[in-house]
Structure formats: C-alpha cells, structure tokens
C-alpha cells in the first residue's frame, strides 16, 4: 500500500517522539489504514471515479446561491470529485472558499496548486490597475533558473519549506513542483526560467533539495513534466511538441531529474503533454502512453506515488481527442489523477462506461483510490479537512519568508558582459541615468518596483516605460538617449503558457531602438524573464539577467546596478553561441569596495 511518509504529519496528529508516544503514531497510522479502507469499500463504481478527477477552480470570492457556486457543488456533492487545482486569489479567501467546500465534501478533498516559485504565484489578491495598488499575499521567489543562479541548493529547500508553511495555512496540500525539466533548448517556449537550468545534474540536486524542503513541512511535491519538457519548441497547452531523443540521450539528460526526485521520496510525478516516438514508437502523448506512465516510470524507474496527468483541457490533447476519450487513456495509460478535464461529467461517464464494458477493469480504479485516498489519511485530512482562518495573516507573507525570497533574488542577478565597466551606475561620469522599461504585456506594475528602487538610490534617475504598442514612443526614447550619460532597458518579457513564442522576443522596432542607442551610448540591458534575448541585440555592451517579473526580483536588480549589493549570479543555462554555463562576472558592491579601499 502507498504511503506517504511527511515528518509534520505526525505533528499535525499531535504524535511526536519527544513525547514518546510513538504508539499513538501507530494506533493513528491503522485508523487511517481503516479508513481508506472503509471508505473505498462504501463508494460506488462512479464515485470512485469521481475520485480521480480534479478540476480548475478559480481564486476568487464566492457566494452562495450564485452560479459558480452551483458548479462547484455540482462537482463537490454530485460528482465527488476527489480533488481541486487551485488558481489565483487572495490568501484569505482562497481558504474561506476551500473550508466551504470541504464541508461540503462526503470524501475530503486533496486541494492542489502550481506554486512552482512559492506560494504567491497562485495566493495573490491582484492588482487595482487605474490607482497601481498591489493587494499583495503570499511570498513570492524569483523563478527557478534564478534559484539554479544562486548555486545554492539551500535556497532551493527554502522555497519549498516557505511553499509548505504558507500553502497549508490555506488549505493546499500539493504542490505541482518541481518543474524536473531540463532546459537545454533555448527555444522552449513554455519552460525557459521555470526550469533549474540546463546541466542535469545540477537540475537533479536543486530538484530534490525542493522536493525536500516541500515534504520536511508537510505538502506533497510533484515532479514534472515526465519524461522531460525542456527540449522542445512548441508550447504544448496549445499543441503537441515531440522530442526525438533516445533512450541513451533521455538516461543522461531528461531522466536523471526525475530519478533523483524519486529518491527523494517524491509524492507524485506528473506527465508531460509530449510525444517521445523513439521511447514508444508511436506519436501518442507521454501523459496518455503506458510505454511511459506505466512501464518507464512505474516499473522501470520504481516510482510508486501519485501519477497525475498535465491539464487535460491543453491544446496537445483537445485537438485530439475529446474529453471522455482523453480520461479513458490517461487511466489506461496509469494516471491516477485526471488533472482539469475540460469537462468534468463527460470524464467520469466515459471511464464509468469503459469499466461497464470491460475496457478497465475495476480493480485498476480501485488501485488509484486506494492511493488517493491513502494520501489523505497520511496528510490527516480524514481527521481535520478545515483550516483556521485566524492564522493565515501570521504565516502568509511573513517577513521572515520575504526575507529568504529577497536573499535568493539579490544573490540571482547574473552579470553576464560588462564590457565598458558601467557597474555599479552612478560613478564619476555617469550622473545622468535613463531607464527605459520595456513590457510585453500591459501591465501597470511591470518595472514599478525597479523604477521605484533605482531613482531611490541614483537621484535624478529619469524613466520611461513602453510596451508592444508603443511603437509611437521609440522617437522620444530615443531623444532621451541622446541626453544621458547611462541607459538602461529594461526588458519584462517572460514566459506565458498557451500564448506562444512571441511573447518571448522583443519587437524588432524595440530590438532595433536598443541596438542603435547601444552602439552610441553606454547602455545596459536588464532581462527580467526570457535570458535568451541577447541574440536580438548581441552587441550590446552590458548584459544582466533579474530572471523573474516578482518585486523580490525588481528591488534586488536595481540594488545590484546601483551597487547596494554585490552581483555573483552564474549562469546556469548557455546562452549560444555568446556565453557557456558558469559564467558571471562577480562585481562587488560599493560598501565592499570601499571596505577593501580602506
């Protein structure tokens, strides 16, 4: 039988060795083993089923009697969903939602997340665009390749641990983390700074530092994209990528991550919406393959978690197969969690049937319940499915949690060519400073915080912002240019999934616009998200990657330019054909070299 070993389980149980009462653990331990068992028995085939299907539900606030709330019922009471992914919300009333639909639940629900770089990638109240007011919530880290910046794997553990602490405290308990994937092609559309970076063994320990950090605290973590996202260019919530590796290449490169998360002692690995024809010799997505799911992960590589697919409303499966189609092969293929299914009824009536037909046996269902169900009994959810509400605002958004999240992001900012030595700005010479941000979407906030930060330490800083419609405004930065004795650009460009690869380039014009003033002025570029962009204008003379759009990013990359902090980031991807992974030049910060003057 599955299970699930978190060290704060037992205290959530009220078990600790300290107090000796390691057989109230074991006596807790065969309750919870009654239960499933109680419990599996006492469902029937379709709420069994049911069981197996986790839909997206959304962040916001919810009102009884309204038409959402309806849905959610329907699905809670009528369906017996097993689970939910959670999506963006205010940390307070993610969990108000969550308790009121738990207590609605006959079977507690197993309440899931992305928050693959912490909590506030999903625990976030948004912002009020017309007054530039961020509502704040959870903390929020810089992406994973700027964790894999920092060569600390410590700081991978934290994220996890702050990822448990603040996800629990609203009800979530399973993480959709790691991202596994090694990123080694700089066309990824989808994966690019979500992933650790490029060297798979280096991928692998900052892997299983996270994994460990989320488990050590109490939330289940999940591995993905299995068997391996990170070489591919098409974005696969809109169609299906193939990856052409071999079996020989996928054991030295995509797999080795995934191996040391099992290890670990990961709780659940998730499939990747990718065709891997020459590991099954077929075009079939790995997510829906028991070449893949079931004999490479399951018997080959011994993992016996949680299977859980990728989204099942994603462009890879949708435009081929319908809904009920795509559940049947998820669970013929060994998936045990059918992950946004774009219709919940339709899911479970075709698994249903294919059961009534003798297409799956029952006992295979059975064998996903069991494991669903064992999780919840090891988390404690059989005992206490609901969370305090009170204490929400004493572990979400800590200062203590920011603090770590604000460490990790100073010690990300990579340096990679400061080749007329403009670093730190605002040396003898370089009093006039333009900062130019660029954002590829319209977003009131995006540079805010950078801006904010620099013209705090480099008075008479001047800024100006344009986006992708801003075609209009190159003339006028151009014009500023011509007046400054430093420009800085400032490029938010980050990976959205499902919108495609332009959102990952710069606009020619923009392009353009930071290669002319560049070759007449000193110039720094500043990525915040995609760090391929360089090849757009190669020649420019000073290049640094922020890596994340996050405040926590944003404030660290302006103390670093303005030499509050010291720049020691490494790259941990290659940037072709200009810089290998390693690189990074190390630029001490003003106090340090005044420290050293001295």
Sequence with gaps: MLRIVLPLILLTLGCTRASGSLPEAVDAQEAGDAWVESTLARLTLREKVGQMVFPFVTGEYLAVGSEAYDRLRDWVVERRVGGLIISIGPPLEVAAKLNLLQQLADVPLLVTADLEYGPGMRLHGGVVPQWRLDLGGATSFPPPMAIGATGDERLAYEMGRVTALEGRAVGIRLSYAPIADVNNNPGNPVINTRSYGADPRRVAAFVAAHVRGLQDHGMLATAKHFPGHGDTNVDSHLDLPVI???????????????????????????GGHIAFPKLTGDSVSATLSPAIMTELLGEELGFKGLVVTDALNMGAIVKRYGAGQAAVLAVKAGNDVLLMPPDVGAAIDAVVAAVERGEIPESRIDASVRKLLQVKADLGLHRERLVDLNRIPEVVGNPAHRALAAEAAERSITAVRDRQRLLPLGGAGRRRVLSVVYTANPDPLAGSVFQQTLASHLPGVRTMTLDARAASEL????????????????????????????????????????????????????????????????????????????????????????????????????????????????????????????
């Design 244 to 270: 052409t590796a071999d079996r020989a290449r996928a054991d030295t490169v995509e797999l080795v991550p995934f191996r040391a998360a099992i290890a670990a002692g990961v709780a659940a690995v998730m």
């Design 475 to 598: 003339s006028a930065v151009r014009a500023a240019a011509n007046r400054a004795d430093v420009v800085v650009f400032s490029l938010f460009v980050r990976v959205l999934p499902g919108a495609g690869t332009g959102t990952l380039a710069v606009p020619a014009s923009v392009a353009g616009l930071i290669s002319e003033v560049g070759a007449r002025r000193p110039t720094v570029v500043v990525a915040f998200g995609n760090p391929y962009v360089l090849e757009q204008f190669p020649n420019i003379g000073t290049y640094v990657l922020a890596w994340g759009q996050e405040a926590a990013s944003q404030r660290a990359a302006a103390r670093a330019l303005a030499g509050e902090v010291p720049i020691t980031g490494k790259l941990p991807i290659d940037l072709p054909p200009f810089h290998a992974r390693g690189e990074g030049l190390e630029i001490a910060g003003r106090r340090a070299s005044a420290g050293a003057a001295q």
